[in-house]
Nanobody, 126 residues
Framework: VQLQASGGGLVQAGDSLRLSCAAP????????MAWFRQAPGKEREFVVA????????YYADSVKGRFTISRDNAKNMMYLQMNGLKPEDTAVYLC????????????????????WGQGTQVTVSS
């Protein structure tokens, strides 16, 4: 499964961005998907995940209330709407996926996911 993240950019604190992750995959609706991020010199950090149907989402506390994940299975797309961006949100954002059902408890761990995109840079200036 090839994942292609896009939509990153340079914004000011308080601004919004919408990231997209495309997965030109016939069985996209089978995929549990997630966003992770990695800042220079830091470990990969979980941001949010969404189940194959979109019915279940799981957010990191650091983005809860500011970020919203969604997916459109008809278009093979996943989105991350990021509002109220902060300088600490600066990172490369990576989309990830795994086929089939996974438990909510497993969603925050990068080792849960098998497929990874190349990432898109988000830079938030103060």
């Amino acid at each position: 499964v090839q994942l292609q993240a896009s939509g990153g950019g340079l914004v000011q604190a308080g601004d919004s961005l919408r990231l997209s992750c495309a997965a030109p995959e016939r069985t996209f609706s089978d995929l549990t998907m997630a966003w992770f991020r990695q800042a220079p010199g830091k470990e990969r950090e979980f941001v949010v995940a969404i189940s194959w149907s979109g019915a279940t989402t799981y957010y990191a506390d650091s983005v809860k209330g500011r970020f919203t994940i969604s997916r459109d299975n008809a278009k093979n797309m996943m989105y991350l709407q990021m509002n109220g961006l902060k300088p600490e949100d600066t990172a490369v954002y990576l989309c990830a996926a795994r086929r089939g059902f996974i438990t909510t408890e497993s969603m925050p761990y990068w080792s849960t996911y098998v497929y990874w995109g190349q990432g898109t840079q988000v830079t938030v200036s103060s």
